[in-house]
């Protein structure tokens, strides 16, 4: 005769949870693969210490998680998700202490041909006058 657990009610704590599940449940990464991956190149933090993929993350807990372009996302954890949830529920289950991104650099685009290049193509032409509208 085997019994199951109880099954723990609605809405309680269910304890602590990978950080590596826990980044992609709340949206910081893509893909748990992912979110893994960034844990075992020493991408993310947990309380100022590297954190490895299984480390439990509680709420309360400083996650760090550095992003491309040298920008680190700074979240302390609010609440416990075990499975992905939406954008809105995601953004309720952290607090964002980031700070801002720097302003992106704006390039400018030149309509160059190389000389010689002979008669542009109707395709060149449109990518010519749309450059020439900015």
């Known amino acids: 005769m ?3 657990p109880p099954v723990p009610p609605p809405g309680s704590d269910p304890g602590p ?3 590596d599940s826990w980044i992609w449940s709340v949206r910081l990464t893509k893909t748990r693969s992912l979110a893994a991956a960034a844990c075992k190149a ?3 933090r947990v309380n100022g210490e590297r954190a490895k993929p299984a480390q439990p993350v509680r709420p309360g807990d400083e996650v760090r998680v550095r992003e491309g372009g040298g920008y ?3 979240v302390t954890v609010a609440r416990i998700v075990r499975k992905r949830v939406g954008a809105p529920v995601a953004a ?5 202490t980031s700070p801002p991104r720097p302003p992106r650099e704006e ?5 160059v041909r190389d000389r010689g290049a002979g008669r542009p193509t109707k395709r060149d ?3 010519l006058e749309r ?3 900015y």
């Open 2 to 4: 085997t019994t199951t």
């Open 17 to 19: 949870v990978r950080v």
């Open 42 to 44: 020493g991408h993310v």
């Open 72 to 74: 680190e996302r700074v």
């Open 92 to 96: 309720e289950c952290y607090v964002d």
């Open 107 to 111: 390039v400018v685009l030149v309509a």
């Open 125 to 127: 032409r449109r990518e």
């Open 131 to 133: 450059l020439q509208r």
